[in-house]
């Protein structure tokens, strides 16, 4: 980057003083898996002979090694599972006991006529050797707090309290200490198991579940089924369960909206600069349906109320065609595609008061961040994003002022990833408990060209940084770059450290580039 001449477009953050502590949850760089494609089956568990290492260490004998040490380098925080629209079909005591003797079902969720129509195979027949005992275990091994998903849709409340008893009792050696159950996944939806027409007829059934399951461990915390921008539902279901839930959940992805075009298509998203706007334009989009989340919580709840639900966005990702379910790599997730997950990250991290948990969709093959070959494993830029915010995440939120009055205007995707006008320069900070480290995550969104910014604190006075500053970087010459089979090396993590003198004349940040600055403050900041 020091290589790069100045940008005449010169913009200053500013750091300013912490009214109101608020912590960010390492939670929202949360993962979920879910029994579809190629996720599980022969991603996270090898079914079939491989020359790859395994885990020598039961009950993960069969996850193979380098794909278990690329996931643990992410300090994944929590693990969603078993879906997803899996888990409304899902009855759990298939997945436990010997593994021989557990049934062969079909996969109910992702077996439908659609797949069989366009010749994929998102449902492949379910073998249950990847269970509970091998998730919590998975779990456990990578240090993740277990996100249980119950099926509401075939099971009975019943059945989810004995899931809970049998994940609190434990079996052997492996310490079961799940602790957050989602009771439904997208219930509102025509074509998910157990479809709910209403949130009244949903929050009959969610309060079945949950006085059943609460029974059993009332320690548990649960989630219930929100609806993306839809306030009716929320708040009239929040009103009927506002004291049995935690947190609720809402999903959203990211595509070009045409149906027969998502069904169809083979190819990534458009490699077009307009296109390339709208994408990293559209996290304006999350940004709007956080707001709208917590106005329907606030309207149950009331705006300050310390035990008001909160939000755990468990499903968000970039869908570019219906077939990146099954696995990931045709079309691959692009460069920016990584930029755009920066983005939304950024957003998760400015609601830290209300958003406590998100589960990126998926982590392995299936929409996956991690994409498995016989030969080795493919780091997408997703993943290489997830690793820059792990390493470099700090406890609570920094407020800062960016004062880049330069904008981008995008085209109109669809009704929620409408036309937007938003700066060229997107930036979050965080800072240590005791105030002396900070970090900052930018993002200059041009297409092609640098832009400079410059760090300051209140009143316009330099930084005092002590030693000198951390400097990672996700970049490219081509925007629409991707790491495949053939070159899984075309984008990577780049890491130095700067002399923080250089901060004075400003940070040259590339076109289309993610970075994160970490450094420690003389005094700290107030």
């Not at 593994?99 to 969720?109: D, I, Q, W």
């Not at 983005?343 to 093959?365: C, D, M, W, Y």
């Not at 002022?401 to 997107?426: G, H, L, Y």
Request: contains cysteine.
């Amino acid at each position: 980057m020091s290589e790069l001449p100045a940008s005449p477009h010169t913009f200053t953050i500013t750091f300013r003083s912490i009214v109101k502590v608020m912590p960010v949850n390492r939670n929202i760089l949360g993962h979920f898996i879910e029994h579809l494609g190629m996720c599980i089956e022969n991603g996270i568990w090898m079914y079939e002979p491989t020359t790859k290492e395994l885990l020598a260490e039961p009950p993960l004998e069969r996850v193979r090694r380098d794909l278990f040490d690329a996931i643990n380098k992410l300090g994944v925080p929590i693990l969603r599972w078993p879906g997803g629209t899996f888990s409304d079909t899902y009855h759990w005591k298939d997945g436990v006991g010997p593994r021989e003797r557990r049934p062969v079902r079909k996969n109910a969720a992702w077996g439908g006529i659609v797949n069989k129509m366009l010749g994929l195979k998102l449902g492949p027949v379910e073998r249950n050797h990847f269970g509970t005992m091998e998730f919590l275990a998975l779990c456990e091994k990578l240090g993740a707090e277990p996100y249980i998903n119950v099926n509401y849709g075939t099971g009975t409340a019943e059945e989810s309290a004995a899931w809970v008893e049998h994940v609190k009792v434990g079996i052997g050696k492996t310490p079961h200490t799940g602790k957050l159950w989602g009771i439904g996944n997208e219930i509102y939806s025509f074509s998910e198991k157990g479809y709910e027409r209403s949130p009244v007829s949903y929050a009959r059934g969610y309060l079945l579940h949950a006085k059943c399951m609460k029974a059993v461990d009332p320690t548990a915390k649960l989630v219930a089924v929100g609806w993306s921008g839809h306030s009716k539902w929320n708040r009239i279901l929040l009103d009927i369960i506002k004291d049995h839930v935690d947190y609720l959940s809402i999903h959203l992805y990211f595509n070009d909206m045409s149906l027969l075009k998502f069904l169809l298509s083979t190819k990534p998203l458009p490699s077009t600069e307009s296109f390339y706007y709208a994408e990293l334009n559209s996290a304006k989009g999350f940004d709007r349906i956080i707001e709208n989340t917590e106005a329907d919580i606030e309207s149950v709840y009331g705006k300050d109320n310390p035990g008001k639900c909160l939000i755990a966005f468990d499903e968000w990702n970039v869908w570019p065609r219906w077939g990146s379910i099954f696995k990931a790599d045709a079309p691959h997730y692009r460069l920016v595609d990584g930029i755009w997950a920066a983005l939304v990250l950024n957003v998760f991290i400015r609601h830290a008061r209300s958003v406590k948990i998100a589960n990126f969709a998926q982590l392995v093959n299936a929409l996956g961040m991690i994409i498995t070959y016989d030969d080795r494993i493919v780091l997408t830029p997703q993943y290489i994003v997830f690793k820059m915010y792990g390493d470099n995440l700090l406890e609570h939120f920094l407020p800062i002022d960016v004062d880049c009055k330069e904008t981008i205007t995008s085209i109109r995707i669809s009704k929620v990833f409408a036309s937007e006008t938003m700066p060229i320069i997107d930036a979050v900070a965080t800072t240590s408990a005791d105030r002396s480290m900070i970090s900052v995550f930018l993002v200059n969104k041009h297409f092609s060209e640098p832009r400079t910014v410059r760090l300051a604190r209140d009143g316009g006075l330099p930084l005092d940084i002590i030693g000198n500053v951390s400097h990672v970087v996700m970049t490219s010459n081509d925007p629409f770059a991707f790491n495949s089979n053939d070159n899984p090396e075309s984008i990577t993590l780049v890491t130095t450290t700067i002399d923080p003198r250089s901060l004075d004349a400003g940070l040259v940040i590339p076109p289309h580039t993610v970075v994160a600055l970490l450094f420690k403050q003389n005094g700290g900041l107030r």
